[in-house]
């Protein structure tokens, strides 16, 4: 967005989608998954609750520290918090210390700052290093990530539908009930398309046991005439189809 845009940020990301759909952010950025961690799964749950649209997509390398503040020593840290995601795409390294016990936060700035406040030697958050220089805290062990091509892939989110004209993704979701090859009718209409799916996960749908949402990527314009054929075969077959975007 460039160094002049206005950049702030909010507790939940379920704030961040709210700020978006009311009109007091133009655009909001939140994770959808990480290579190591996998789907980042509350967030696509957040896609169906408010009316935003995926409008772009970014991949972020992700380079977790262990900091602390200017007193600390790694022999004496006993508490280390952080997001969940961070503590599990930091579990070699922090599983390795048994007496640690590993407390999560909202995110890792909130870790971060949170051990800032406390001044307590004997805390840690896993967090960025640009988080430690913000908050002034040292940098115990750099680089405790489990993969070190770990990358978080972020959705960018808009209350208006922005479709570019060289966009080459498409993200959508759809419904199936428990019913014998429901899923593999629905593929079908891909595969006769000759349309790539790129990604699926499956949610389950609140209130309706065994049954499942699923958010698939695919490979496509929907100004691809295969691709609109897919989709029109699937909207008149599944429940409650939803485009996010064309990006």
């Keep these: 967005f460039g160094e002049k845009a206005t950049v702030y940020p909010v507790l939940t990301f379920e704030n961040a989608m709210r700020e978006v759909q009311e009109g007091w952010a133009d655009y909001g950025v939140l994770p959808i998954e990480n290579s190591s961690a996998g789907a980042v799964a509350d967030n696509y749950d957040l896609l169906l609750k408010y009316h935003n649209y995926i409008v772009a997509e970014t991949f972020l390398p992700v380079n977790h520290a262990l900091l602390a503040g200017p007193d600390a ?54 967090a960025s290093e640009i988080a430690g220089k913000l908050y002034g805290l040292k940098v115990l062990r750099p680089s405790i990530q489990n993969n070190r091509n770990n990358t978080t892939r972020f959705m960018i989110l808009s209350s208006r539908p922005i479709y570019r004209e060289d966009a080459s993704k498409v993200s959508i979701c759809f419904e199936l ?25 499956s949610r389950p749908i609140p209130g309706k046991n065994w049954e499942y949402r699923f958010f698939i990527d695919l490979e496509g314009n929907l100004q691809d005439a295969g691709l609109r054929n897919a989709l029109d075969g699937i909207a008149a077959e599944a429940g409650n189809l939803r485009i996010f975007g064309n990006y």
């Excluded at 930091?90 to 048994?98: C, R, V, Y």
């Excluded at 009930?177 to 629905?186: A, I």
């Design 177 to 201: 009930p428990h019913r014998s090859g429901s899923l593999y009718n629905m593929l079908g209409h891909f595969i006769f398309n000759g349309v790539n799916m790129m990604r699926i996960e």
């Design 73 to 126: 020593e790694l022999e004496g840290i006993r508490t280390v918090f952080s997001h969940p995601q961070a503590l599990m795409q930091s579990s070699d390294f922090l599983n390795a210390h048994k007496n640690w016990r590993q407390v999560s936060l909202v995110n890792t700035a909130v870790a971060a700052k949170k051990v800032l406040e406390d001044g307590d030697p004997t805390q840690a958050a896993v």
